[in-house]
């Protein structure tokens, strides 16, 4: 049970460190981040930066450039009666991409992607698309903001799976982006434009590089050529160290934690020291049994070191069959453990990384450590006393076992510690007031096909058959929606009594219609709330914005009521505040509220819909039905908001789920351990035991005598296990900006749980033995 433990948490490890292992430069590889004066980072780069470093450095020898957010839209096959998708999972990248990173090709060639108007599939994706037809040649039309185009099949990869950070199920070439016409009016996504932040931007270095000195003079250059003075810094992060390094909120799949995967291989490893302790203990406390054998061999010419090595071969056969019982056991469980943690692991992916070198030796050094500990301790007995009987009167080894129970249960209350604060935090998560009323709001992803002359009118009517139906309590449009992210970040916002500084100040962008607030159960601290006037207001000519309490106090007003009817700059614009919006969350409560400016208008890439509790599918039909009769040619997608939050706690659920399953493993390896001494215990008293019925004893003091001695020791794990788990527990804490307090009623409750565990364990084996005919243990002395 130890060993399968163990090598089902080193199959999540060895994937985890694997991640983006296969690419043949990754040593050389860096991502390009942006860092402001506060310490906030962030992976949008502004695309022109890469091809100025390239001309200004040769530290660099190449850089790849990819985004994955911009690009999507719906896509469709120009054959007739081809079902559209709206794909979110794709993106536009750099013409060297396959080369760049080590994504092998099925069909095509690399250099296709250099052309404007080409798409590479992933091999789903050409399944989806295409079932058995070949699509090498083949057209797919994309609709998205960049208006309505045609890309030519020229390539299919492999599909980028979960050992990858980067995970895109179609590549379109960025050259397209570099034609004006193909922007449909949309400037900022130039690829010389030193202003919108929008791409993915990756270097390759050369080898002799320092990438601290270099992010200097990437520094400097930006510096010198940036139009902002807003003391944003560039940053380079390791690529090998992306996947288990920091979060930066971005659209690649880094949602591990190296904290975690650390605490993940400590487990593991405890795991199997309770199991090997069980071996020492009960090895050992048998010693008493086995004391004569030993005296007989050596009375008959055996050597220490002939009994050390019977002793420690019969250790390494215990420990060659638990290993080989313990592969069948994690292949019989694995479909179980990949649904409990959501992946698909398989007992391979050890070999997937050198992760399982360090699993082997330490199965190798426990086994060899835990047989010859025994063996050293059997094969010590003095011949001559063990002879006589002095052994048993002397109870040699008694200490250790003690000791050994103590570690077991030391070790099994953290875990109980660990499992319990990691729910009470998930909980705590997920059931925290947002300021906001995420019950019963389905998103409905706006319309991207039929952006014709009649789509304004089409939207307005589909709104109104929206708020026709009885069941149908709010509607809203929005560019942004709660529990996904902002419209784009941006700075440059002053007051007139701003501090040098101020302009360098971030804050999230917004965009929302009139009924955003009163959809979402949003409240107002102060002011009032767009009209439908203004929200009407074409992007440029707009002067009325509204701020929510964080970001008024970053420019520096003490009260809502001061910031109302200011007018604050935004570079060469001036903007009045007429309202200040009560705080919220927007994107959950593992990172701290965000300075927040809303934006008015009618943007429609989310409608917003409050249902009426009762019957939810049939109304989310009802919905479908309305949403194709005036967005012909759109696909259906929707999302409730509750559930779209509780999906960013999907790594934690995960670790829970772990934790747990791996506390209750640990306890019942240590129960078993338990079990077995107490067995030994109860044997070796079986006459004292008797000798006390005959004068008088009763059966409940006689279980009492057995169990106070196992109750003390589970006592005394107590004692150590909780402040080293206090300590842990608040280290892991300092991860999350709002979290739970660590109550005294956790660690009572762990205590008593194991307290309770190891009675049910222990009293058993007293009641039995305590329950046996005195006369029957009597005879035979």
């Given at each position: 049970m130890g060993i399968s433990a163990f090598l089902f948490i080193l199959e999540y490890i060895s994937l985890e460190q694997s991640v983006n292992g296969f690419h043949a430069n990754l040593p050389n590889m860096y991502r390009l981040l942006n860092q402001n004066p506060k310490g906030e980072t962030w992976p949008d780069i502004e695309p022109g930066w890469a091809m100025k470093a390239k001309e200004a450095f040769p530290e660099i020898k190449d850089f790849c450039r990819f985004e994955q957010g911009v690009t999507k839209g719906v896509v469709k096959r120009t054959?007739?009666?081809?079902?559209?998708?709206?794909?979110?999972?794709?993106?536009?990248?750099?013409?060297?991409?396959?080369?760049?990173?080590?994504?092998?090709?099925?069909?095509?060639?690399?250099?296709?992607?250099?052309?404007?108007?080409?798409?590479?599939?992933?091999?789903?994706?050409?399944?989806?698309?295409?079932?058995?037809?070949?699509?090498?040649?083949?057209?797919?039309?994309l609709d998205n903001q960049f208006g309505n185009a045609a890309y030519t099949v020229e390539g299919i990869y492999a599909d980028m799976l979960e050992n990858s950070d980067i995970r895109y199920d179609m590549v379109f070439s960025l050259e397209t982006l570099k034609n004006p016409a193909n922007l449909n009016g949309n400037g900022w996504a130039r690829l010389d434009n030193l202003d919108s932040q929008y791409i993915n931007t990756f270097f390759l270095l050369n080898n002799d590089v320092n990438p601290k000195a270099f992010e200097t003079k990437l520094t400097q250059l930006r510096n010198k050529l940036g139009r902002e003075n807003d003391g944003t810094k560039f940053r380079l992060q390791a690529f090998a160290n992306l996947h288990l390094g920091e979060s930066f909120a971005d659209d690649l799949q880094t949602t591990s934690n190296l904290k975690y995967v650390y605490m993940l291989g400590g487990i593991a490893f405890l795991i199997l020291i309770i199991a090997w302790f069980n071996y020492i203990n009960l090895s050992t406390a048998n010693s008493l049994k086995r004391a004569n054998e030993v005296g007989v061999r050596k009375a008959i010419g055996a050597t220490q070191s002939n009994l050390i090595w019977q002793f420690l071969g019969e250790s390494m056969l215990v420990n060659l069959l638990g290993f080989a019982l313990a592969i069948v056991l994690v292949v019989g469980l694995q479909p179980?453990?990949?649904?409990?943690?959501?992946?698909?692991?398989?007992?391979?992916?050890?070999?997937?990384?050198?992760?399982?070198?360090?699993?082997?030796?330490?199965?190798?050094?426990?086994?060899?450590?835990s047989g010859a500990l025994t063996a050293y301790i059997l094969s010590n007995f003095n011949p001559i006393e063990t002879l006589k009987g002095k052994f048993n009167k002397r109870s040699k080894g008694v200490f250790l076992r003690k000791s050994l129970v103590v570690s077991q249960f030391t070790i099994s209350i953290m875990l109980i510690l660990g499992t319990v604060l990691i729910y009470r935090q998930l909980r705590f998560m997920?059931?925290?007031?947002?300021?906001?009323?995420?019950?019963?709001?389905?998103?409905?992803?706006?319309?991207?096909?039929?952006?014709?002359?009649?789509?304004?009118?089409?939207?307005?009517?589909?709104?109104?058959?929206?708020?026709?139906?009885?069941?149908?309590?709010?509607?809203?449009?929005?560019?942004?929606?709660?529990?996904?992210?902002?419209?784009?970040?941006?700075?440059?916002?002053?007051?007139?009594?701003?501090?040098?500084?101020?302009?360098?100040?971030?804050?999230?962008?917004?965009?929302?219609?009139?009924?955003?607030?009163?959809?979402?159960?949003?409240?107002?601290?102060?002011?009032?709330n767009f009209t439908e006037a203004e929200c009407n207001v074409e992007w440029n000519d707009n002067s009325k914005v509204l701020l929510n309490e964080t970001a008024i106090a970053a420019l520096g007003f003490a009260t809502p009521e001061e910031a109302i009817r200011t007018r604050i700059q935004w570079d060469e614009?001036?903007?009045?505040?007429?309202?200040?919006?009560?705080?919220?969350?927007?994107?959950?409560?593992?990172?701290?509220?965000?300075?927040?400016?809303?934006?008015?208008?009618?943007?429609?890439?989310?409608?917003?819909?409050?249902?009426?509790?009762?019957?939810?599918?049939?109304?989310?039909?009802?919905?479908?039905?309305?949403?194709?009769?005036?967005?012909?040619?759109?696909?259906?997608?929707?999302?409730?908001?509750?559930?779209?939050?509780?999906?960013?706690?999907?790594?934690?659920?995960?670790?829970?789920?772990?934790?747990?399953?791996?506390?209750?493993?640990?306890?019942?390896?240590?129960?078993?351990?338990?079990?077995?001494?107490?067995?030994?215990?109860?044997?070796?008293?079986?006459?004292?035991?008797?000798?006390?019925?005959?004068?008088?004893?009763?059966?409940?003091?006689i279980t009492a005598l057995l169990s106070q001695d196992f109750l003390k020791l589970v006592l005394t794990a107590i004692i150590i296990a909780s402040p080293i788990a206090y300590y842990l527990m608040e280290k892991w804490l300092q991860d999350f900006e709002y979290k739970v307090e660590i109550s005294w009623w956790i660690f009572a409750l762990a205590g008593i749980s194991a307290i309770l565990v190891a009675l049910l364990t222990v009293s058993y084996q007293a009641i039995k033995t305590a329950l046996m005919n005195p006369v029957k243990s009597l005879k035979t002395e």
């Open positions: 054959k007739q009666g081809s079902e559209p998708f709206r794909e979110s999972g794709i993106g536009f990248a750099e013409a060297n991409f396959f080369d760049f990173f080590s994504f092998p090709l099925v069909a095509g060639s690399a250099k296709s992607l250099q052309k404007p108007n080409v798409v590479f599939l992933s091999e789903s994706s050409v399944k989806k698309y295409f079932g058995s037809e070949n699509p090498i040649g083949q057209v797919l039309t179980v453990f990949n649904e409990l943690i959501g992946k698909n692991l398989s007992f391979t992916n050890i070999s997937l990384s050198p992760v399982w070198l360090v699993g082997v030796v330490l199965l190798l050094f426990g086994s060899v450590f997920q059931t925290k007031d947002l300021g906001l009323n995420p019950s019963q709001l389905l998103v409905i992803q706006g319309a991207e096909v039929g952006k014709d002359s009649t789509f304004k009118t089409r939207k307005m009517a589909f709104m109104n058959a929206v708020n026709q139906q009885s069941f149908v309590q709010d509607y809203c449009v929005s560019g942004s929606v709660p529990s996904r992210w902002f419209n784009f970040m941006t700075g440059g916002f002053t007051q007139p009594n701003s501090k040098p500084g101020d302009e360098q100040k971030t804050y999230s962008f917004a965009i929302i219609g009139e009924k955003y607030l009163k959809t979402y159960g949003i409240e107002l601290k102060a002011g009032r614009r001036q903007l009045e505040i007429i309202g200040v919006v009560k705080n919220y969350h927007h994107v959950g409560v593992k990172q701290a509220i965000q300075p927040i400016i809303f934006y008015p208008q009618n943007n429609s890439a989310y409608i917003t819909v409050r249902l009426t509790p009762e019957n939810i599918q049939e109304k989310v039909a009802n919905l479908e039905k309305i949403y194709k009769t005036y967005f012909t040619g759109n696909p259906y997608e929707y999302f409730f908001v509750d559930d779209n939050f509780n999906k960013q706690y999907q790594s934690e659920q995960q670790y829970s789920q772990i934790f747990t399953t791996a506390s209750v493993w640990a306890i019942i390896i240590a129960c078993l351990g338990l079990f077995g001494l107490a067995t030994f215990t109860a044997e070796s008293r079986t006459k004292e035991i008797a000798i006390r019925k005959v004068l008088g004893a009763s059966t409940f003091s």
